[in-house]
């Protein structure tokens, strides 16, 4: 089996689809709206076959997480693999000057990865890695 996809809930639909997009390449398709409940989403296809469905319908209720900087169960990050350690550095410092924090990195890791770690416009975290 494979991972199909990843859902998440925002109230940024544009936003978030154009920092998929642009920062990681993914491809969004069309806008799809339930008029009768207001939903709303994107799939976001990326080269790999993954897809990220990005959601919104009004009576979500925020998360209650600091996901920043605290730990917590439940999803905490979606990975991007990088194609070299000096693509993880380039996407680190493209961030960087867009405006986006990095958390922690670029780093070795004990698992042996070259990563670094960041947080999408809504505040999830995102690594980017590449397998040493």
Known sequence: MNLEHVAL???NLET?????SRYFQGK??????????????????FQS??????????GI???QNDRKQKQHLGLIHLAFGAASKKDVDAKALELLESGFEILKGPRITGDNYYEFETLDPD?????VTFRL
Not at 16 to 20: A, H, R, V
Not at 50 to 58: G, V
Not at 123 to 127: C, F, K, L, S, V
């Open 9 to 11: 809930w925002t109230e």
């Open 49 to 58: 076959g993954a897809r990220l469905e990005i959601m919104q319908m009004p």
């Open 16 to 20: 978030l689809k154009d920092y998929y």
């Open 28 to 45: 969004a398709n069309t806008l799809y709206i339930n008029p009768k409940t207001g939903f709303k989403s994107y799939f976001i296809s």
């Open 123 to 127: 505040g999830n975290r995102i690594e």
């Open 61 to 63: 209720p925020d998360n």
